[in-house]
T-cell receptor
């Protein structure tokens, strides 16, 4: 069985400062890991995914995440926040044994001008 | 959002109504999913269709009835819903490969359902 814990329910940053969203996972198998973003009244958009290639994964809109097996973490970062980054972010794990995804509870990001 | 489309985007219905949600994927995928997203709760997987066959029914009440006529279309038929069924209903699709290796799921914009 797999599960995901997003360590922060809400993160507030100033525009132009770094963003860090923390995610820890548990999985019985070699996992696939994803970050999705959801803007208000929108569906989920894939930011990036890890599938056992490079441990540092680059995604869209300047986001990247690093897979650390020893720490069972997959934290999402962006060096400089933009107002358009205000949204809810979901860390997701799949153990690749089947199609099932396990979603974290989400982290709401607000960006201050 | 043109990869997976959902209609309607918003729906208000009474508890005695019958309505349907529609999902269409334009990505050539062979698996489709219904999820329920309620406030302050993680996404809940409801149904999975793989090559048009239902492979998952995650203990969903019978007042929700899915239909998958082909690999591009997925419906969720609703009848005698309860107010607690109010939520955002998301459709997703993916390309499932032999051996069960799961690929990325792509989501539609969702249908915001309000049950009065």
């Amino acid at each position: 069985a797999q599960s995901v814990t997003q360590l922060d329910s809400h993160v507030s940053v100033s525009e132009g400062t770094p963003v860090l969203l923390r995610c820890n996972y548990s999985s019985s198998y070699s996992p696939s890991l994803f970050w999705y973003v959801q803007h208000p009244n929108k569906g989920l958009q894939l930011l990036l995914k890890y599938t056992s290639a490079a441990t540092l994964v680059k995604g869209i809109n300047g986001f990247e995440a690093e897979f650390k097996k020893s720490e069972t973490s997959f934290h999402l970062t962006k060096p400089s926040a933009h107002m358009s980054d205000a949204a809810e972010y979901f860390c997701v794990v799949s153990d690749r044994a089947d199609y099932k995804l396990s979603f974290g509870a989400g982290t709401t990001v607000t960006v201050r001008a | 959002e043109t990869g997976v489309t959902q209609t309607p985007r918003h729906l208000v219905m009474g508890m005695t109504n019958k309505k349907s949600l529609k999902c269409e994927q334009h990505l050539g995928h062979n698996a489709m999913y219904w999820y329920k997203q309620s406030a302050k709760k993680p996404l809940e997987l409801m149904f999975v269709y793989n090559f048009k066959e239902q492979t998952e029914n995650n203990s969903v009440p019978s007042r929700f009835s899915p239909e998958c006529p082909n690999s591009s279309h997925l419906f969720l038929h609703l009848h005698t819903l309860q107010p607690e069924d109010s939520a955002l209903y998301l459709c997703a699709s993916s390309q499932e490969r032999s051996g069960g290796f799961t690929d990325t799921q792509y989501f539609g914009p969702g249908t915001r359902l309000t049950v009065l």
